[in-house]
């Protein structure tokens, strides 16, 4: 049985720096696709980074581009999403994901289909 647990979120100011862990239990990352999302209150869920832990492919949104980075720790089984630069509009639960795709078809998209998902972990960026 797959299981991720996220970590590290919490409150700071906008300017602030935070980072979240996915540890994965229950299957290597060594081969997966994996992604974080976010769902801000009334919000629907949107993606906002993925990699490909095959060989560390990454991708973004365009709204974290430069300020988040998502990597890997393939001896920890874990992920990690650096968030620099935060910002209020930034404020959410996050969630990780992983599915078993190929390269190529390791996006967004595909990834929000996954049946593994972790608990969530809050975010708050105060103005």
């Known amino acids: 049985q797959v299981q991720l647990v996220e970590s590290g979120g919490g409150s700071v100011e906008a300017g602030g720096s935070l980072r979240l862990s996915c540890a994965v239990s229950?299957?290597?990352?060594?081969?997966?696709?994996m992604g974080w999302f976010r769902q801000a209150p009334g919000r629907e869920r949107e993606g906002v980074a993925r990699?490909?832990?095959?060989?560390?492919?990454?991708g973004y949104r365009d709204f974290v581009k430069g300020r988040f980075t998502i990597s890997q720790d393939n001896a920890k089984n874990t992920v990690y999403l650096q968030m620099n630069s935060l910002k209020p509009e930034d404020t959410a639960i996050y969630y990780c994901?992983?599915?078993?795709?190929?390269?190529?078809?390791?996006?967004?998209?595909?990834?929000?289909?996954?049946?593994?998902w972790g608990q969530g972990t809050q975010v708050t960026v105060s103005s």
């Open positions: 994901a992983a599915r078993s795709l190929s390269r190529s078809n390791c996006g967004l998209v595909n990834l929000a289909a996954s049946p593994y």
């Open positions: 229950g299957y290597a990352v060594s081969n997966l696709c």
């Open positions: 990699i490909y832990t095959g060989d560390g492919d990454a």
